[in-house]
Each structure stands twice: as structure tokens, then as C-alpha cells.
């Protein structure tokens, strides 16, 4: 069917990321694999482009438009050359509401126009060694001291870790309280003593992708960088998480678009037995069946993102969405790598590459489990 949730501005930008994509990063992308880690310089290229910040003011150097339309372009071109390495969507999606929504003035001022510009890089930090999905098991914690805070404590597979200038982080500030009543954002920036980086995580896949680990040590950080309100830090997270699971969503079904139009080529192509092998009537039956899945899959998240703009977009929608359609885009990329026959498993073929860099979308964000759970609950049982 035809998609209609894009217009004129929206087609206009994804022409601007399209040739962003084909002259600055798929040309370096492989190089970037093997190193573990994408050229910095991207990231004020894009700024240049305008494809950081769409939704910050213009005071700021951004775009000014609250469009989640636009995300969801940045990130469909970016999943459709396969740049698994590229953090926009890290960057865009997830931290730029806490900092457009929950920043001072005098941080706006600080943060947004290097944000927008690509000159600060950002990340956020929740995860520990100890502590995914339970966001209530952290243990980093800032014990106030003065006009400061001292942090203490470590954080795990940190997307952007190793580029991150400005990293939101995820502690506890009143070790009497709970945790919903008792965690805070605070932005630790690079270069404060006692904040340091560690490995470059080995990942099974999206190898050019920087995931750290991060250590806190005594790292005195001013009362100025407790971004929203202290000890509220877990409600404005359960505020924000339903757009990065939505961000999640999107990619999940602009992979699972990209690995089928290439494997539905290939089924035209590669032939077996004198014909191609996507004739035969199983192989035709799994090619129907995927292109059925997906049509469902992006008329829902269309209609996700149109109520995200709306303001209609609930933390239960957001788990829905999630953990089905990374499910989906796992079967998929499954399923399209076996109609590959023996040349799905060489990594000189993207399915092979998209197979290991997938795997990972039904655990970050919010396992597929604890989705359930949240959608579960929601129903009374």
C-alpha cells in the first residue's frame, strides 16, 4: 500500500541523508568495522547537514521542528545502506529530549548548539554490570558535597561510550529512597577528573559501533549538571523511554525491509536446479509471508509515530511496539539468510553482517521479556 506519512519536507530531507550516506559513510563503513570505531568527523559533517538536532530550537543551531518524521527518515537511511556503526539515532532520539525537555536555560545555551553541530557527542548511561532491564538495581551513586555532587560507580555497553563528550548518567542521590524517588540525571562531561573510559566492548556484531564501559571515581560534577529535577530521574526516564523504543521500532522495521529487498533480488537471481530459487513454491511461500509480515509491521509503526506527534504515545504502545517488531526483524533476517543457502553465512555479504548486528534489538532498550511484562501488566494480570 502506499505510504502516506511523509510529505514534501520529509522526502527533501531524506534526499539531503541519502547523499550523506553514499559520500560519507558507506565508502569508510568497513574500514570502520575492522577498527571498531566510526571517524569522528561524521558527526560534524552531519551537523554541517543539518541532520543533528531537527527538534531543537533554532536558537541553538537546530532544526526547530518537532517531527518525529524526521528521525525516522535519518534513521531508515542509515539502516538501508547498513550503517550499524553510525550513533544518530542514539544521539537524536534518545538524549536530545532530556536535553531539549528537561535542560535550564543556562544548559540549553551550554549543551544544544555543540550538540547540533556534532561538536559534542552525547550518550546515556543506565546500564551497569550488575543492572540492565531493572533500572531500579543501580547502584552509581552521587552523595552531594557542597555546591557539587561526587559520583561513584561504573557503567556498562554504553552506545557512543567512546566518542561521548556529554554523558547522561543514571545514580542515585538519596540512598534512603527508593529508587523512583530517589535516582537523578546527572551530565558528567569529558576531561572531569576521575571519569574515565574503558574497552571498546568486542560485540558479536554492529562491530563499528563504540560500546563502552564507564568508571566514576570521586568525579566531582557541580549541582548545574543535574539535569531535571533532583531525584526524579527515574520518572523523567520512564517519561522519555517510550521514544527510544520507538526509535528502536523504526529501525527494527527498516532492517527488516532492507535485508528482504535484497534477498527477494537474490531469490530472482541465484538459481538451483536450473531455476530460481525463489520459485520454488516454499521458498515463494516465505518470500509471501515476509512481505505480508511487513506491510502490517510499517502501517503500525506509521501509525506509531503520527501518535508520538500527537502526544498520544503511551509507555504500554512503546513496549508493543518494541518487542515485536525487533522479534520480527530477527525472524526475518533468520529466514532470509537460510534462502541464502551456504553464501548467507560469508560476511562479504551484507545478510550475513545484518544476521550479527540484529540479534542484539529484541536486549537493548528493554528486553522482549520485560516488554511483555509491561504490556502484561498493563492488561490486570
Same mark, same amino acid.
Given at each position: 500500500?502506499?505510504?502516506?506519512?511523509?510529505e514534501?519536507d520529509?522526502?527533501?530531507f531524506?534526499?539531503?541523508?541519502?547523499t550523506?550516506?553514499?559520500?560519507?559513510?558507506?565508502p569508510?563503513?568497513?574500514?570502520?568495522?575492522s577498527?571498531?570505531? *566510526?571517524d /569522528?568527523?561524521?558527526?560534524? @559533517?552531519a551537523? =554541517? +547537514? #543539518?541532520?543533528?538536532?531537527t527538534? $531543537?530550537?533554532?536558537e541553538?543551531?537546530?532544526?526547530?521542528?518537532?517531527?518525529?518524521?524526521?528521525?525516522?527518515?535519518?534513521?531508515?537511511?542509515t539502516?538501508a545502506?547498513?550503517?550499524?556503526?553510525?550513533?544518530?539515532?542514539?544521539?537524536?532520539?534518545?538524549?536530545?529530549?532530556?536535553?531539549t525537555?528537561l535542560?535550564?536555560?543556562?544548559q540549553?545555551?551550554?549543551w544544544?548548539?555543540?550538540f547540533?553541530?556534532?561538536?559534542?557527542?552525547?550518550a546515556?548511561?543506565m546500564?551497569?554490570?550488575?543492572?540492565?532491564?531493572?533500572l531500579?538495581?543501580?547502584?552509581?551513586?552521587?552523595?552531594r558535597d557542597?555546591?557539587?555532587?561526587v559520583l561513584?560507580g561504573?557503567?556498562?555497553?554504553?552506545?557512543?561510550?567512546?566518542?561521548?563528550?556529554?554523558?547522561?548518567? *543514571?545514580? /542515585?542521590?538519596?540512598?534512603? @529512597?527508593k529508587? =523512583? +524517588? #530517589?535516582?537523578?540525571?546527572?551530565? $558528567?562531561?569529558?576531561g572531569?577528573?576521575?571519569?574515565?573510559?574503558?574497552?571498546?566492548?568486542?560485540?558479536i556484531?554492529?562491530?563499528a559501533?563504540?560500546?563502552a564501559?564507564?568508571?566514576?571515581?570521586?568525579?566531582?560534577?557541580?549541582a548545574s549538571?543535574?539535569?531535571?529535577?533532583?531525584?526524579?530521574?527515574?520518572i523523567?526516564?520512564?517519561?522519555?523511554?517510550?521514544?527510544e523504543?520507538?526509535?528502536?521500532?523504526?529501525a527494527?522495521?527498516?532492517?527488516?525491509r532492507?535485508?528482504?529487498?535484497?534477498?527477494?533480488?537474490?531469490?530472482?537471481?541465484r538459481?538451483?536446479?536450473?531455476r530460481?530459487?525463489?520459485?520454488?513454491?516454499?521458498?515463494?511461500f516465505?518470500?509471501?509471508?515476509?512481505?505480508?509480515?511487513?506491510?502490517?509491521?510499517?502501517?503500525?509503526?506509521?501509525?506509531?509515530?503520527?501518535?508520538?506527534?500527537?502526544?498520544?504515545y503511551?509507555?504500554?504502545d512503546a513496549a508493543?511496539?518494541?518487542?515485536?517488531?525487533?522479534?520480527?526483524?530477527?525472524?526475518?533476517?533468520?529466514?532470509?539468510?537460510?534462502?541464502?543457502?551456504?553464501?548467507?553465512?560469508?560476511?562479504?555479504?551484507p545478510?550475513?553482517?545484518?544476521y550479527?548486528?540484529?540479534?542484539?534489538?529484541?536486549?537493548?532498550?528493554?528486553?522482549t521479556?520485560?516488554?511483555?511484562?509491561?504490556?502484561?501488566?498493563?492488561?490486570?494480570?
Open positions: 500500500m502506499r505510504r502516506t506519512l511523509y514534501d520529509h522526502e527533501a531524506r534526499s539531503t541523508a541519502r550523506f550516506m553514499a559520500k560519507e559513510v558507506v569508510f563503513h568497513e574500514e570502520w568495522e577498527e571498531g570505531l *566510526v /569522528r568527523r561524521i558527526w560534524t @559533517a551537523g =554541517a +547537514q #543539518g541532520l543533528l538536532g527538534d $531543537v530550537p533554532e541553538y543551531g537546530g532544526g526547530g521542528i518537532k517531527d518525529f518524521r524526521y528521525n525516522a527518515v535519518l534513521t531508515e537511511e539502516i545502506v547498513g550503517a550499524s556503526g553510525v550513533g544518530f539515532s542514539l544521539h537524536n532520539d534518545v538524549t536530545a529530549p532530556y536535553l525537555e535542560t535550564t536555560d543556562e540549553k545555551q551550554r544544544l548548539p555543540g547540533c553541530s556534532g561538536e559534542i557527542i552525547t546515556i548511561a546500564t551497569e554490570p550488575g543492572a540492565g532491564s531493572d531500579q538495581g543501580i547502584t552509581t551513586h552521587a552523595k557542597g555546591s557539587d555532587f561513584n561504573s557503567k556498562t555497553f554504553i552506545t557512543n561510550g567512546i566518542h561521548a563528550d556529554l554523558v547522561l548518567v *543514571v545514580a /542515585r542521590t538519596d540512598p534512603d @529512597a529508587a =523512583a +524517588q #530517589g535516582t537523578s540525571l546527572i551530565a $558528567v562531561e569529558r572531569m577528573p576521575g571519569f574515565e573510559r574503558g574497552r571498546n566492548l568486542d560485540k556484531g554492529m562491530k559501533q563504540d560500546t564501559e564507564l568508571f566514576f571515581d570521586d568525579v566531582r560534577i557541580p549538571n543535574v539535569v531535571g529535577e533532583l531525584n526524579q530521574g527515574f523523567h526516564l520512564m517519561t522519555m523511554l517510550p521514544q523504543r520507538l526509535s528502536i521500532a523504526v527494527a522495521v527498516a532492517g527488516a532492507a535485508v528482504f529487498d535484497r534477498t527477494l533480488e537474490y531469490a530472482k537471481e538459481k538451483a536446479f536450473g530460481p530459487v525463489g520459485s520454488f513454491q516454499h521458498n515463494r516465505v518470500l509471501a509471508e515476509i512481505a505480508t509480515e511487513l506491510e502490517f509491521a510499517e502501517t503500525y509503526v506509521e501509525k506509531a509515530i503520527l501518535e508520538h506527534n500527537a502526544g498520544r503511551t509507555v504500554v508493543m511496539a518494541k518487542w515485536w517488531t525487533t522479534e520480527l526483524q530477527k525472524r526475518v533476517v533468520d529466514r532470509c539468510l537460510q534462502l541464502h543457502g551456504g553464501y548467507g553465512y560469508m560476511r562479504e555479504y545478510i550475513a553482517r545484518a550479527t548486528d540484529t540479534r542484539i534489538t529484541t536486549i537493548y532498550g528493554g528486553t521479556e520485560i516488554m511483555k511484562e509491561i504490556v502484561g501488566r498493563s492488561l490486570g494480570v
